[in-house]
């Protein structure tokens, strides 16, 4: 049992990743206690969730995802909703996740899949495949086989983490588990909770970077990376995609963090005042809202200077003259 190993290698990108990733997060460590910060945390949380739900075909937008959180009543599939509130609660338990414990991977995913999955907290018993149409693409490991597997997984990770980088060993946890399929459903949801689950042991900080969000928008190229790992038969591509996504939006956390800071003009710290999170707004809404009359006067101080700094963006980013553009805080 403790002689397995997941195979994969440690290439020159995946070392220059891990290294630009620890210098990001000790300087958003060092300049931001993001834990003080808690509209910045629960609007990361929601995009978590959100994406994290989407990627797996929940149709919820994310205001919808937002209102469902809120309490707010919305219309839509009763198994979608019930996504959302399962995952919200599992990540309110956030903290209380020992990701080296298979009891606690078990009773999260009992809390995760609670009144949509019949199999829920417990593996699997049938045999599972990836389809695309009627063709089988993936054949996961026998039922049988699914118990010894997972132990054999969590005893190299419980041996492995003072001896492999966490930015290593939780993207090779993600391909293993994906690879193994131990439950009927929820398998993606459950990876990627724990990938951050395995990262806020090593940075706290982790627990409030929307991972999830990042993998959405490079959803092809998320599962494409997996489909090579079957092929080779090692997690280093996937490996080198997931260090390569948390790279990135480390960038955006920065930026985030940054609206919080002094540095911002006046001007761009009153707009975000007067504006929601993904809420979309046109130019003259919010000049309505700031009390302006001069268009030139608005995106010179106002609107061209935030979406530079990332901090609202355009619905309709290929044209930006368009009459039905709108802007939204992010």
Known sequence: MGDYKPPFTITNEILSYVSSISEKIGRITATSNLESK?????????????????????????????????????????????EVKNA????????????????????????????????????RRGEEGVFNGEQCIFMAPPARFVPQLMEELFS??????????????????????????????GNGRMARLWHTAILSKWKPVFEYIPIESQIEKFQDEYYDAIAKCHVDGASTILIEFMLSQIDKILDDISVQI?????????????????????????????????????????????????????????????KPNSRNQRYVKI
């Open 88 to 123: 919200y609660a599992a990540y309110e338990k956030f903290s209380e996740i020992n990701p080296y414990s298979i009891r606690d991977l078990k009773k999260f995913h009992g809390i995760m899949t609670k009144y949509v999955v019949e199999e829920s907290g417990a593996f």
């Open 156 to 185: 190299w990770m419980d041996e492995g983490k003072n001896s492999v980088h966490p930015l290593i060993l939780s993207s090779v946890f993600h391909y293993e588990f994906v690879f193994i399929h131990p439950f009927s459903d």
């Open 258 to 318: 940054s609206g919080d800071n002094e540095q911002l003009s006046e001007y761009i710290k009153k707009m975000l005042g007067v504006m929601e999170y993904d809420i979309p707004y046109t130019s003259k809404a919010l000049m309505e809202k700031l009390g302006l009359k001069s268009k030139e006067g608005f995106r010179r101080n106002y609107l061209r200077p935030a979406i530079d700094m990332n901090l609202i963006r355009m619905t309709i980013p290929d």
């Open 38 to 82: 808690p509209h910045l945390r629960k609007n990361n949380r929601i995009k978590s969730i959100h994406s994290s739900l989407k990627i797996e075909a929940n149709s919820l937008s994310l205001g919808q995802v937002r209102d469902v959180i809120n309490g707010k009543m919305v219309l839509g599939e009763k198994k979608e909703i019930q």
